[in-house]
């Protein structure tokens, strides 16, 4: 049995970056950045002790808004890393950063800037990264797809909502949404309101809504191991990508 290891990082996260060009063309550049430190836990498959030279799919989980703070055992209540701490093995690097207690919702910029790093450590296979989140986390989930259109392989979000105007970003990526009928935190409403608009645009998406469930969908969709065959059978370099 492998549990997650708990790691604090400090990010260095891009604030704003511009441009002024001059009358001679001469450009100047100004670039910032902020501090950020982050608390996440990690999980390494069984295989990767093993298989050294082979590289390993990844899951970025984004837990919801009773688990921030700065107790890292929090993250471990629900979701992916709560089935990681009772023993369940997974074929993934799985990634569960935790909220910092100043933060009212995911920070996207600083969730990318940890995954590049974990990235840069770790033998990631980069056309399979996936991304899941439930409530805040799947506001989140939402957020970081539609901020980094192509970064990840596929996305399942969780009793989420988004309240971006839909574009074209979304279209392309694979997307299994999941929410409860009777949820009476995020009405159900706004996940079809997503699944249609996206389906009119030609996405690839299919939603799951669970008649009995109220806004605790992600029991049911976490422990389905269907979610994890339908995340394997999508990659970046594979031209079949499935529906």
């Known amino acids: 049995m492998r549990k997650s290891i708990f790691y604090r ?5 891009p604030l704003m970056i511009s441009a002024n060009a001059n009358a001679q063309s001469n450009t100047k550049h100004f670039s910032a950045t902020r501090v950020v430190e982050m608390n996440y836990l990690l ?34 209540v629900n979701g992916i ?3 990681i701490d009772e023993g369940k ?27 590049d790093e974990v990235i840069s450590t770790y033998r990631i296979d980069t056309n399979r990264l996936y991304l899941t989140g439930l409530s805040m986390g799947g506001w989140g989930t939402w957020d970081m797809a539609f901020r980094y259109p192509g970064l990840f392989a596929a ?19 694979p997307i299994w949404i999941f929410h409860g009928a009777k949820d009476d935190v995020v009405p159900v409403d706004r996940a079809i309101t997503m699944f249609e608009a996206i389906r009119k645009q030609g996405g690839k998406v299919k939603i799951t809504i669970y ?27 594979n031209p079949g990508l499935k529906k």
Do not use: M
């Not at 093995?89 to 969730?111: C, G, H």
């Not at 976490?222 to 394997?232: A, G, K, R, S």
């Open 89 to 115: 093995d997974f074929p993934f690097v799985v990634v569960s950063p935790q909220n910092p207690p100043s933060n009212r919702s995911w920070d996207t910029k600083a969730l990318k800037s940890l995954l």
């Open 81 to 83: 890393p709560k089935l």
């Open 211 to 237: 008649p009995e469930a109220n806004h605790n969908a992600w029991t049911e969709t976490y422990n389905n191991p269907e979610l994890y065959t339908w995340f394997l059978s999508h990659s970046k370099n």
């Open 9 to 13: 990082l400090i990010l260095f996260v």
């Open 155 to 173: 996305i399942a979000p969780v009793c989420g909502f988004f309240d971006y105007i839909l574009s074209d970003e979304l279209k392309s990526t």
């Open 43 to 76: 999980y390494l498959p069984p295989a990767y002790a093993t298989d050294t030279h082979s590289t390993f799919p990844l899951i970025l989980f984004l837990h919801g808004s009773g688990e921030s703070g700065n107790d890292i055992n929090q993250v471990k």
